[in-house]
């Protein structure tokens, strides 16, 4: 079936140590992202990529980096720069230009840090 | 950017309308409007998108002012299911999609 994961569901590290996201699509979309909500707030835009091998900085980008490699795939990391890492991540795929379509969303990844 | 504004919470009786409203009032001419709604813990999913004209599909209606200042999203017969938050959004053409703080719709049997 066409969609987008992300793995894994949980994940949990301990404080000051790098992890990896993983996002992976299928739908043949040029853009992905990468948001953080934390509990009880909406979603906030820390990498966008509108194509392969380029990517832009979203409203919170400090502490995390990415990577766009392969069209199907958007892996974020979240570096120990990152203050206050624990946070549901979520990741979307949609099209390109004008209208786009609709963007489709992995189940997100909960990530602890202890 | 068109920044959009939308009420923090509202309540529905289960089988009536429940219309959440949106404002854009910076919204240019090119930016559609998109809806999309999260359940608890899960990821978002779209609901329904315009530019001018009014949109209807099998989940829900959308209304966009002939200014395209403002827009309503309609659930025509809301169910318990429909509880969520529901997210106005209006994307530029450089794709950054971004997201408020929505509208988190209580609907009440």
């Known amino acids: 079936d066409g969609g987008i994961t992300q793995s894994p569901k949980y994940l949990f590290r301990k404080e000051g140590q790098n992890v990896t996201l993983s996002c992976e699509q299928n739908l043949n979309h040029d853009a992905m992202y990468w948001y953080r909500q934390d509990p009880g707030q909406g979603l906030r835009l820390i990498y966008y990529?509108?194509?392969?091998?380029?990517?832009q900085k979203g409203d919170i980008a400090e502490g995390y980096s990415v990577s766009r490699e392969k069209k199907e795939s958007f892996p974020l990391t979240v570096t120990s720069a990152q203050k206050n890492p624990t946070a549901f991540y979520l990741c979307a795929s949609s099209g390109q230009g004008f209208g786009f379509g609709e963007a489709f969303f992995g189940q997100g990844t909960r990530l602890t840090v202890v | 950017d068109a920044k959009t504004t939308q009420p923090p919470s509202m309540d529905c009786a289960e089988g009536r309308a429940a219309n959440l409203p949106c404002n854009h009032s910076t919204i240019s001419g090119n930016e559609y409007v998109y809806w999309y709604r999260q359940i608890h813990s899960q990821g978002p999913q779209y609901i329904i998108h315009?530019?001018?004209n009014n949109e209807t599909n099998e989940m829900a209606s959308l209304i966009i002012t002939e200014d395209r200042k403002s827009s309503t999203l309609i659930l025509p017969h809301a169910t318990l299911r429909d509880t969520a938050v529901y997210y106005c959004i209006v994307r530029p053409v450089r794709n950054d999609m971004r997201f408020g703080a929505g509208t988190r719709l209580t609907v009440k049997p």
């Open positions: 315009g530019l001018k």
């Open positions: 990529s509108q194509i392969v091998n380029d990517f």
